[in-house]
T-cell receptor, first 113, second 112 residues
Framework: KAGVTQTPRYLIKTRGQQVTLSCSPI?????VSWYQQTPGQGLQFLFE???????NKGNFPGRFSGRQFSNSRSEMNVSTLELGDSALYLC????????????FGPGTRLLVL | QKEVEQDPGPLSVPEGAIVSLNCTYS??????FMWYRQYSRKGPELLMY????GNKEDGRFTAQVDKSSKYISLFIRDSQPSDSATYLC????????????FGEGTQLTVNP
């Protein structure tokens, strides 16, 4: 069974631009969660989508948004990029998302210049 | 105060040593506990998952949970150079859905 895939793997943007990251969960998984990982803050929860609905949201500004499609693939968007948005963005999938093992993708490394 | 505290290390041990990694948490609502291993420039890989107090063993790895003390541990026996990575504890609870709260990670190096 294929694992969680994320595209692109690396991205360089400049301040003020926007970016869209994509995540394809493990086949059959309906829950997709997004996390931001930085050296200073560690792994922080952004949001979770389940059956095309945002079910849970972390403490990030509205510039961070996401969506999920009917095939469970998910995208996250960051608008008006700031230098501090430079991070590894990870998505994780699970079947139902509650008290279940979550499987992480390799991440998208975003650098904002 | 952070919800999950983890000693960031770095921790350096000789090959064959027993490694002890620890986290403490503050919210008693947390109900399930995971340990992930993350190699450089890779995504976290699940090592252990448990939801009850006590010990769970899987090969060279043992996860220990003490809910009364809000303390979790991961022990690695006969450590190998391939165990060199960052180890992250992750905790979830009833009210948080799938949301996991992570410790900041402990960087481990096992020297041959």
């Amino acid at each position: 069974k294929a694992g969680v895939t994320q595209t692109p793997r690396y991205l360089i943007k400049t301040r003020g631009q926007q970016v869209t990251l994509s995540c394809s969960p493990i086949s059959g998984h309906r829950s997709v969660s997004w996390y931001q990982q930085t050296p200073g803050q560690g792994l922080q929860f952004l949001f979770e989508y389940f059956s095309e609905t945002q079910r849970n949201k972390g403490n990030f500004p509205g510039r961070f948004s996401g969506r999920q499609f009917s095939n469970s693939r998910s995208e996250m968007n960051v608008s008006t990029l700031e230098l501090g948005d430079s991070a590894l963005y990870l998505c994780a999938s699970s079947f139902l998302g509650y008290q279940e093992t979550q499987y992480f993708g390799p991440g998208t490394r975003l650098l904002v210049l | 105060q952070k919800e999950v505290e983890q000693d960031p290390g770095p921790l350096s041990v000789p090959e064959g040593a027993i490694v002890s990694l620890n986290c403490t948490y503050s919210n008693s609502a947390f109900q399930y506990f995971m340990w992930y291993r993350q190699y450089s420039r890779k995504g976290p890989e699940l090592l252990m998952y448990t939801y009850s107090s006590g010990n769970k063993e899987d090969g060279r790895f043992t996860a220990q949970v003490d809910k009364s003390s809000k303390y979790i541990s991961l022990f690695i026996r006969d450590s190998q150079p391939s165990d060199s990575a960052t180890y992250l504890c992750a905790i979830g609870g009833v009210t948080s859905g799938s949301r996991l709260t992570f410790g900041e990670g402990t960087q481990l190096t096992v020297n041959p």
